[in-house]
């Protein structure tokens, strides 16, 4: 891949740059359908597969007192399925590179799918740390890396924004769709006098169900078959690879990529901007405000309908403008939405606050949408695509370990709004730092050839 990414397909002029798409393989009208429509069945899994382990981002009070944990346990179960996550990145890349990504998935839907009927049932603490420690593989191991390797080699030299924002755009219109009918559901249990955790266990259904009905459906499809191919030396360099299991070798050789280090810096803060948003709806509860669980889940779940605008939006935005550029305003913007949650209680407006909330959502998504077209400042070769993905995903996402710890400390050790301030404060410094890690990107990537 280019240092830096053409927006016309060029050959590589040096065999250590990852192959862009040559003449041979310009996407083709024939070929493209085929191609959109293997996007369309990854944006259902990856939509369906998530929502179900961090249902806190819209019933985190319900859950703890469905489940009986506090605060501090919430952030131990999302703690240890960091660590799962954490444990994972590196072997889901090597998976990815190796099995074909339908298999993979198909059982990381259904599997995750069988695990939230068990969820269901209210189990003991004991019971959640198992069941979160298998999330973490079906969602981790045997799925993340699989997908955002095939979309970047379906995806033209020209459409990386594009497809990696459909990706997540896409998953969030799935996941806002699925909350929306979600809280229906939620709010006719609780009418009705059955309780709240009648309503969560109806919620828990909705999407185990739908994990394990899209998991089936795709077993039925084929692969279709990808644009971003490997050159004559990269096939040779993969098998030889292969042959000898030369893994330390391949590290070694990411390593040495400079700009693979920054975007792991964009994607580590970016992602922690991410998290801010699951504590949306607790924070709306707290003080003053105190909205009603219901009322809460609504601002929440209408944040969850700015993922198609921030995602779409944002790719094909990068795709006219520049990927970097759009990012980098994406996380100034959102860092200065999260100082905004942290003053505005304190004007007692609930509409400016709700809108502000709505716009950190489409900062964020966008944010999302955008941070792994960041491989194509980095020169990586295809046929270890999948092992930056996990390389870049170990220190990105290694946040999931800790972050739920802090949030939990904090909320507990400083009740209220207040515990919410703190961590917003944090989330935003982390923010404005990722900004500049992207701004340097951006001027290594100017400070060099194409």
């Known amino acids: ?123 003991s603490f004991h019971v959640l740390l198992v069941i979160f420690c298998c999330w973490g593989l079906t969602t981790g191991l045997t799925f993340w890396a699989s997908v955002l390797k095939r979309v970047r080699m379906i995806a033209g030299a020209n459409e990386q924004g594009r497809f990696f924002g459909l990706l997540d755009g896409g998953r969030g219109l799935v996941e806002a769709l699925l909350a929306t009918v979600a809280l229906a559901l939620f709010a006719a249990a609780t009418g009705s006098g059955r309780g709240e955790a009648a309503g969560l266990r109806h919620v828990i259904f909705l999407y185990s169900f739908t994990c394990i009905g899209i998991g089936a459906l795709m077993s039925f499809f084929k692969d279709a078959a990808p644009v971003q191919v490997a050159d004559a030396q990269g096939d040779a360099d993969a098998a030889k690879a292969q042959a000898s299991g030369a893994l330390w070798r391949d590290l070694s050789t990411l390593a040495r990529i400079p700009q693979l280090w920054l975007v792991a810096a964009v994607v580590f803060c970016g992602y922690q901007i991410f998290w801010a948003t699951y504590s949306f709806s607790a924070y709306l509860q707290q003080g003053e405000m105190h909205m009603t669980v219901v009322a809460a889940g609504m601002v929440t779940t209408l944040k969850l309908w700015m993922r198609p605008l921030g995602g779409i939006g944002g ?65 990586i070769p295809m046929r270890i695509t999948g092992l930056a993905i996990g390389l870049v995903s170990l220190i990105g996402y290694s946040s999931d370990i800790f972050l739920p710890l802090l949030n939990g400390y904090i909320t507990e050790h400083y009740a209220g709004m207040l515990g919410y301030q703190f961590y917003f404060a944090y989330v935003a410094a982390i923010g404005a730092i990722g900004g500049i890690a992207a701004l340097v990107l951006k001027r290594m990537s100017h400070s060099q050839p194409a």
């Open 1 to 123: 891949m280019e240092t830096i990414l053409q927006k016309s397909i060029a050959k590589p002029i040096a065999p250590a740059a990852s192959p862009r798409a040559d003449a041979s393989s310009i996407p083709t009208t024939s070929g493209r359908m085929q191609r959109y429509g293997q996007l369309l069945l990854l944006v259902l899994a990856a939509g369906a597969i998530y929502p179900i382990l961090y249902l806190r981002q819209v019933y985190q009070t319900t859950m703890l007192d469905v489940f009986h944990i506090d605060n501090a346990q919430l952030g131990y179960l999302y703690s240890v399925l960091g660590i799962i996550f954490f444990l994972s990145y590196l072997p889901s890349g090597w998976l990815a590179d190796r099995v074909a990504p339908r298999l993979l998935i198909c059982f990381s839907l259904i599997g995750t799918g069988a695990l939230g009927l068990w969820y269901s049932t209210a189990p």
């Open 315 to 379: 790719g094909y935005l990068g795709d006219r403008l520049s990927n970097l550029r759009v990012l980098i305003w994406a996380m100034f913007l959102a860092v200065a939405g999260l100082i905004g949650l942290i003053v505005l209680p304190s004007l007692r407006n609930m509409a400016l606050l709700g809108a502000v909330v709505l716009f950190i959502g489409l900062m964020t998504y966008a944010i999302r949408g955008l941070y792994w077209t960041l491989l194509d400042y980095c020169a």
